[in-house]
T-cell receptor
Framework: AQSVTQLGSHVSVSEGALVLLRCNYS??????LFWYVQYPNQGLQLLLKYTSAATLVKGINGFEAEFKKSETSFHLTKPSAHMSDAAEYFCAVRLQGGSEKLVFGKGTKLTVNP | DSGVTQTPKHLITATGQRVTLRCSPRSGDLSVYWYQQSLDQGLQFLIQYYNGEERAKGNILERFSAQQFPDLHSELNLSSLELGDSALYFC??????????????FGEGSRLTVL
């Protein structure tokens, strides 16, 4: 079965520091992978997606993620954190067959310190 | 604003009761998904409808049911409520039958508290 594991339920960085949120996937076939962000009291919003084209994917708000098949990873990075990046981030994999529903990781809460 | 509307935003009720959560998808979207978000389980897929027909079922309890109406809005019915049903319930929509390379557009959720 396809799944994703997010390492670290909480990550804290200083403003201006590198953001690295980790996601590893489990899939027997090439997956489609997504990162979603949830700001406080809001729904989830797509940050970026990997759909078997370029392995380095750029998203909104300066985030990017690299698909590494050898490491079964899809880590999310941003060179310089901003206070407004404080949110919860979810990695998701698309299940194949049927409805192609998304399976989400448990989420990583990012705190940005001034 | 994702274009997906969920009502009510907050709901407090007692154990044993029944509630209905409503979702209006984005204009033009035919698929509606329901997810439950809780602290211990994370985001769990419940059920999907496409153009009025049930298309996929996830971890949805027998006490829960849903439907999608001809105008494409959807309702999630939760009955015989238990304390453990307290969670944030999200509706999401997309244009096609599945996600493919597209994305899900999420509403802001309905927070259910069962006392």
């Amino acid at each position: 079965a396809q799944s994703v594991t997010q390492l670290g339920s909480h990550v804290s960085v200083s403003e201006g520091a590198l953001v690295l949120l980790r996601c590893n996937y489990s899939s027997s076939v090439p997956p489609y992978l997504f990162w979603y962000v949830q700001y406080p009291n809001q729904g989830l919003q797509l940050l970026l997606k990997y759909t078997s084209a370029a392995t380095l994917v750029k998203g909104i708000n300066g985030f990017e993620a690299e698909f590494k098949k050898s490491e079964t990873s899809f880590h999310l990075t941003k060179p310089s954190a901003h206070m407004s990046d404080a949110a919860e981030y979810f990695c998701a994999v698309r299940l194949q067959g049927g409805s192609e529903k998304l399976v989400f990781g448990k989420g990583t809460k990012l705190t940005v310190n001034p | 604003d994702s274009g997906v509307t969920q009502t009510p935003k907050h709901l407090i009720t007692a154990t044993g009761q029944r509630v209905t959560l409503r979702c209006s998808p984005r204009s033009g979207d035919l698929s509606v998904y329901w997810y439950q978000q809780s602290l211990d389980q994370g985001l769990q897929f419940l059920i999907q409808y496409y153009n009025g027909e049930e298309r996929a079922k996830g971890n949805i309890l027998e006490r829960f049911s849903a439907q999608q109406f001809p105008d494409l809005h959807s309702e999630l019915n939760l009955s015989s409520l238990e304390l453990g049903d307290s969670a944030l319930y999200f509706c999401a929509s997309t244009k096609g039958r599945g996600i493919s390379t597209g994305e899900l557009f999420f509403g802001e959720g309905s927070r259910l508290t069962v006392l």
